[in-house]
């Protein structure tokens, strides 16, 4: 769990991807007057941008939140040549779901005034839920891990259930270091991995069981 975070802020520049401008500006202006109250037309102001180039790329808050899933699925992957065979399953996903939170970070007071809000309309929670499916499907791949078929599908449920662990540590870690995340993140990747084992080695002896079962007839 030797791992100091990269937080640095990235300043959007006149040429950006108008997208990044945009969910920056959003993230502010939710810190600044809650995510209930964010309105485009603060945010195409925070962007520097036209009400109407604003709403081309984001038409509702649902689909700023379907973008910031895009942003933080694509921004946590830059950089990922390939998988290191050389660390553990648990290592490897370690650090994919810590740059995960190191993006989460960069946008730490608007993340936070997003999730407060997000919590009190269950539309938007199960939207955003059933789309972490996809972003830990996404980080299972980037981790050498299948997440198709039935134990794909189990993977990705257990993935998720320790990236909310972490996610629930991170909103109260006020720590540069987010030292606190990472103890609860590396806490339940150990917890899931000793589980997985469990869980296998049951099946194994079932299997051995019935196998037996069968040659004695």
Do not use: C
Not at 10 to 15: G, K
Not at 31 to 37: D, L, P, Q, R, S
Not at 95 to 100: G, I, Q, S, Y
Not at 181 to 195: I, P, S, V
């Amino acid at each position: 769990m030797a791992r100091k975070p990269s937080i640095k802020k990235v300043s959007p520049t006149p040429d950006a991807d108008p997208m990044v401008s945009i969910l920056s500006a959003a993230m502010e202006e939710a810190a600044a007057v809650g995510w209930a109250h964010l309105s485009f037309e603060a945010v195409a102001t925070r962007a520097g941008m036209k009400l109407g180039d604003v709403l081309a790329h984001v038409p509702t808050q649902a689909h700023l939140l379907a973008r910031l899933a895009d942003h933080v699925d694509r921004t946590s992957l830059l950089g990922v040549s390939g998988v290191d065979h050389t660390q553990s399953v648990k290592d490897r996903l370690f650090d994919l779901l810590m740059r995960r939170f190191d993006v989460l970070q960069r946008h730490r007071a608007g993340i936070l005034a997003l999730m407060a809000g997000v919590a009190r309309d269950p539309g938007e929670g199960l939207m955003l839920l059933g789309r972490l499916s996809r972003s830990m499907a996404v980080t299972l791949t980037a981790a050498g891990v299948s997440p198709h078929g039935l134990k794909g599908m189990a993977h990705v449920t257990g993935l998720k259930a320790v990236y909310l662990a972490g996610l629930r540590t991170w909103q109260k870690d006020e720590s540069s270091d987010m030292a606190k995340t990472m103890a609860a993140l590396d806490k339940a990747l150990g917890y899931a991995e000793r589980a997985a084992n469990f869980s296998l080695s049951n099946l194994k002896m079932r299997r051995d069981k019935a196998d037996n079962a069968g040659a004695s007839h």
